[in-house]
């Protein structure tokens, strides 16, 4: 029942897309999920099961909301790097982890930070930010708990920025890029350590618009469509990840798919009756546009999800050129 009232505060005190936003990082949050994300885009974990690697998530990750205390969810906090006076950052989810086959001395391994963006449309690139954000990161290691002293550059830790593009432009649909440091010889050849250089890893994840869940790709990408994307009932979508991802459905993962689905409908539900209240047409238009902004839709989709008869559609999107027209 509490969890039902949260659900419904959030969407009563008309805070849907910042609630969204969170329930999102909490899952995310989860051990499982990270697990999965780090398989496929941290290379120090490739060779490792995926069910050993929550063992090597260092005990005291951070992330930007709160969690409650679960066993398989990473602890939170608040954080905010203000090491740079008139540039705060604030990173969706920040943690560090233990490196495979590593000294049983050492703790921290490297850092992670994973981002969830609903679009890449921002007016600046993603991925010159997710630059930043690592370097950022770097710097601060010097002289910080778990980074290195002075001028033990031998000890900086290697940062990984994971970005996860919920609804991407048409050309970014599907793409899985990594940006890293390389070595190139210009004369002598000569090859320096690859770990003297290897401290900055960006992967980009540009989800896809649709996927056939019925195939057996079963991949990253089609696990966070289901969770995040995919309209389909909660139940559905917990059958998917525990039948063809190997999630166990603890009670804490369980809360947040649900809530994620209630949260989505909410969006869509709140959109509709606003426009039930004007005129045919009219209020559908606007019902539209409400979709189409707040869950980064297209039109023909919005009008999907809001229910458009076909009959009226021509009008509709007649009234929807038009408002978003004199929204300009």
Request: proline share 3%; with cysteine; net charge negative.
């Amino acid at each position: 029942m509490k969890n039902n009232l949260e659900v419904a505060d959030a969407i009563e005190t008309n805070d849907l897309n910042k609630a969204y936003d969170e329930y999102c990082k909490k899952i995310l949050s989860n051990k499982q999920i990270l697990a999965r994300i780090m398989k496929e885009c941290v290379a120090e974990y490739r060779d490792i099961p995926v069910e050993e690697i929550p063992s090597y998530i260092e005990n005291d990750p951070q992330l930007d909301v709160s969690v409650e205390d679960e066993t398989d969810k990473i602890q939170g906090r608040n954080i905010e790097d203000k090491s740079v006076h008139g540039a705060e950052i604030k990173y969706d989810i920040l943690f560090d982890a233990k490196l495979p086959n590593s000294d049983e001395n050492e703790r921290i391994g490297l850092f992670i930070n994973i981002e969830a963006q609903n679009s890449n449309n921002n007016g600046y690139p993603l991925t010159s930010r997710a630059v930043y954000y690592c370097s950022r990161f770097l710097a601060k290691q010097k002289n910080m708990q778990g980074g290195f002293q002075n001028s033990e550059f031998q000890n900086l830790k290697k940062v990984y920025s994971i970005w996860i593009v919920m609804n991407p432009s048409k050309a970014m649909e599907g793409v899985f890029n990594e940006y890293t440091i390389s070595e190139r010889c210009l004369r002598k050849k000569y090859h320096i350590p690859k770990t003297d250089y290897d401290k900055l890893s960006i992967v980009m994840i540009y989800l896809n618009k649709e996927y056939d869940i019925n195939d057996d790709k079963h991949d990253l990408t089609e696990m966070l469509y289901i969770l995040f994307q995919a309209n389909m009932p909660a139940e559905d979508k917990k059958y998917q990840l525990s039948e063809n991802y190997g999630i166990m459905m603890t009670r804490a993962i369980d809360k947040e798919v649900d809530d994620v689905c209630n949260l989505s409908q909410g969006i869509m539900d709140k959109g509709i009756e606003k426009g039930l209240e004007k005129g045919r047409a009219e209020g559908r238009a606007e019902a539209v546009i409400n979709i189409m902004k707040s869950m980064n839709k297209t039109l023909t989709e919005a009008m999907d999800l809001s229910g458009v008869d076909k009959a009226i559609r021509p009008e509709v999107e007649k009234a929807v050129k038009a408002m978003l027209q004199s929204d300009k």
